[in-house]
């Protein structure tokens, strides 16, 4: 009784540990979490290398670090403070991508970003939109990262969306957006054990 009650303590351990920041709830959220056999450090290290998402992620096909005027950045990894471009694809590319996979232009989207936290300590970032007033959409994207029990890493994301237009997007976009979260976790789940292997 005492193991069972043990290994169930641990289970729900690991099922409710978050390292994601308390988030207002939206009209809707696009979220993922999983599991990544690789250390913490080559995770978080990914997420915020920008310049590597072409090689990778099925949603956010390119990630351009700017100035305010939209100046590409010389380092292109995400800094507080930074701004970003983004070229997405809602619904997500099939995995696996790499820089060569075109874009399907039928779901591609624009988006202007505000790097609005990138904290190395706690490993949690996140950007946010800043293309249309917030009144309009209000939606800042959280990323995490945290090392589990068995000593893997967890991997988490989550926008909620809100502003006038937030049940539109949901109508539009809600699924797809949703889609886009997992497969960029799969995504980089994919990448961070290749390089770790
Ligand atoms: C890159 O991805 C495309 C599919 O998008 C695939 O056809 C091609 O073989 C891949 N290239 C490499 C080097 O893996
Ligand atoms: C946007 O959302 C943030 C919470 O994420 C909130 O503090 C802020 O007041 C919201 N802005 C508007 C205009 O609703």
Redesign the pocket.
């Known amino acids: 009784m005492r193991v069972l009650a043990f290994v169930l303590a641990v289970t729900a351990t690991a099922l409710a540990q978050s390292n994601l920041p308390p988030l207002p709830d939206g009209v809707f959220t696009a979220s993922a979490r999983i599991e990544i056999a690789a250390p913490l450090e080559l995770v978080w290290d990914i997420v915020l290398d920008f310049g590597s998402y072409p090689d990778w992620n099925p949603f956010v096909r390119t990630a351009t670090v700017t100035d305010v005027w939209g100046v590409p950045a010389a380092e292109q990894r995400a800094v507080e403070g930074a701004f970003a471009n983004f070229i997405v694809e809602i619904p997500p ?1 099939p995995l ?3 820089a ?3 874009l399907n232009l039928l779901q591609t989207q624009f988006s202007r970003e505000s790097i609005v936290a990138v904290d190395n300590t706690l490993h949690r970032a996140a950007w946010k939109q800043i293309m249309l007033p917030d009144s309009a959409v209000n939606a800042t994207r959280w990323s995490a990262v945290s090392t589990l029990e068995n000593g893997n890493t967890l991997y988490e994301s989550a926008e909620p969306y809100n502003g006038l237009l937030a049940p539109l997007l949901q109508s539009l976009f809600g699924d797809g957006l949703q889609q886009a979260f997992e497969a960029q976790a799969e995504g980089l789940k994919l990448r961070a054990e290749a390089m770790a292997a």
Do not use: A, E, I, Q
Request: proline fraction near 29%.
């Open positions: 590319l696996p991508v790499n060569s996979t075109p």
